[in-house]
């Protein structure tokens, strides 16, 4: 069934100029559950514009509200965004500040319109090491939207897959040495229950922008039956058009899972 969706072709043409025909590429019954997202060349962008990299940063920040609006339209139950990494308190104290202060900015300005469009808010990460007026705004934002049931908006902040995994192994060693789990019963499943996605589905499909061509410590585990699509758009100039491009690509893919194509099995 090819997409057609009132509400969401008039969205289109409010906001992408000769959207409506595109729109008609996209199969409304074949739509990812789960979209994951590298959102990358922020510093790029603002570069390109003698701008200072912080700008780029800003610049995202209005990117995943667009991003958020359509995937949300579209009918995607989860988007995963990578926001600030287990590595990126590398990164100069300056950007970090300005980077811990754009989660509260972005949701002093669109939570309400989130919250409106039935957006849950989620966050995976290790919220301890966040400054507090940060935590309290994503806190707020948790708490605020956690009885809607539109799109599951799930930040990635003070998030490492190796970090991640680390501590399921961990948390599992301990739940054995205590008797509160039996290692013969452990699965996958009952592993994937430790990691900080538990309750989410695996990404059907990983967006990663800016042109790079790695996963940078992003949901190793989860990823591994994941369809991959690689954009040189830069993050800030990442839109609605390029987000469903990458849409229309997941659906020609042929996802076996390891397996064999149905019509394969019988030859
Ligand atoms: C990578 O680009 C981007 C980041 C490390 C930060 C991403 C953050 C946002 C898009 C905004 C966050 C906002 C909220 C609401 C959580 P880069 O800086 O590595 O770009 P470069 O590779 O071009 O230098």
Redesign the pocket.
């Given at each position: 069934m090819l997409m057609n969706i009132k509400r969401w072709k008039s969205f289109n043409k409010e906001r992408v100029p000769g959207y409506s025909t595109r729109g008609e590429k996209v199969k409304a019954d074949e739509v990812p559950r789960h979209v994951a997202i590298i959102?990358?060349?922020?510093?790029?962008?603002a570069k390109k514009r003698h701008l200072p990299?912080v700008a780029?940063?800003h610049e995202?920040?209005k990117?995943?509200r667009k991003i958020t609006r359509v995937a949300n339209e579209l009918g995607i139950k989860v988007l995963t965004?990578y926001?600030?990494s287990t590595e990126?308190w590398k990164r100069p104290k300056a950007e970090v500040d300005y980077?811990m202060k754009?989660?509260e900015e972005?949701l002093s300005t669109y939570l309400p319109e989130l919250k409106e469009q039935n957006v849950k808010v989620q966050m995976m990460g290790h919220k301890e090491q966040i400054p507090l007026h940060t935590q309290r705004a994503i806190n707020k934002a948790i708490r605020e939207t956690e009885g809607n049931n539109g799109l599951i908006l799930n930040?990635a902040?003070n998030y490492g897959s190796r970090d991640e995994i680390m501590r399921a192994v961990k948390n599992i060693l301990n739940d054995v040495k205590n008797g509160i789990m039996d290692e013969n019963e452990l699965t996958e499943e009952v592993f994937h229950r430790y990691l900080m996605t538990n309750g989410l589905q695996d990404p059907d499909l990983l967006i990663r922008t800016?042109g790079e061509i790695r996963l940078s410590n992003f949901m190793l585990w989860q990823l591994a039956y994941t369809e991959f699509v690689f954009t040189d758009v830069?993050?800030p100039d990442f839109n609605e058009e390029h987000f469903l491009d990458a849409i229309e690509e997941y659906q020609k893919r042929s996802r076996r899972f390891g397996g064999l194509k149905s019509e394969e099995q019988t030859r």
């Open positions: 959102m990358d060349g922020n510093g790029r962008w990299r780029g940063h995202g920040m990117t995943i965004l926001a600030f990126n980077l754009l989660p972005f930040f902040l800016s830069l993050w």
